[in-house]
């Protein structure tokens, strides 16, 4: 049985790839900062869930500990929490990077000991294009119009973090990706947005491929993308 993390995963992309990867056969865990959410998102869909709070150091210890002790091993790990800060000063920065980019080495940290227990160990990073110095420079792309400071810039360095990774820990694949504009609560005040399901497909793609899957990439739906 595959065992799953996915940070952030009560609601939006990462609920509709929970319960997509339930369908598949993994064992998901729905890592949430409200207990009570969590565990009613797990409970609709046969999921399982631990209280998870990416910016708190306690609380990731605390979730991968339960885990460990009750499966011994992590197979995938999914970075879906994220934050998107419309603000521009030092606490939205703080908490853009703290949630995006530093919660990223919190949870992966934690969980590596367990990774390693894995035969075919898998971390997927949900990133941005957003993030990319080639999309936000090209003037036919769309984001090159996004004015998005902080989460740009938060998405760029998740995206570094992955690659990093991926070098440091060769033995596990490590991909950032680009799910596609989604119509969720972090971007409901924009009005945009494709339905959560096509972009969730996007992600179990990626996080359920075998062992020949690519490692320290960029990805979307279309494949590798220059960032």
Do not use: C
Request: net charge negative; proline share 5%.
């Amino acid at each position: 049985m595959t065992v799953t993390l996915i940070t952030g995963a009560n609601k939006g992309i990462g609920f509709e790839t929970a319960r997509q990867l339930v369908e598949l056969g993994h064992t998901v865990y729905i890592g949430a900062r409200d207990i009570e959410r969590g565990g009613k998102a797990a409970a609709e869909i046969g999921a399982r869930s631990v209280q998870l709070d990416v910016t708190d150091d306690a609380s990731v210890g605390s979730a991968l500990a339960a885990i460990d002790e009750a499966e011994g091993h992590l197979d995938v790990l999914v970075h879906n929490a994220g934050v998107l800060e419309t603000g521009l000063d030092g606490p939205a920065a703080l908490r853009s990077f703290d949630t995006n980019a530093v919660g990223i080495v919190r949870v992966t940290e934690a969980a590596l000991p367990l990774l390693r227990r894995s035969s075919n160990p898998n971390v997927v990073v949900i990133s941005s294009s957003a993030g990319s110095f080639w999309a936000v420079t090209n003037p036919e792309r769309p984001e090159f119009g996004l004015p998005l400071v902080l989460y740009s810039a938060s998405k760029a360095a998740a995206t570094m973090l992955t690659v990093q990774y991926a070098k440091a820990h060769p033995d596990i694949t490590f991909n950032a990706l680009e799910p596609g504009t989604t119509a969720t609560d972090m971007t409901a005040a924009f009005g945009i947005g494709r339905p959560v399901e096509e972009s969730a497909r996007v992600v179990v793609r990626l996080a359920a491929l075998d062992r020949n899957r690519p490692t320290g990439t960029l990805q979307d739906e279309a494949g590798e993308l220059p960032w």
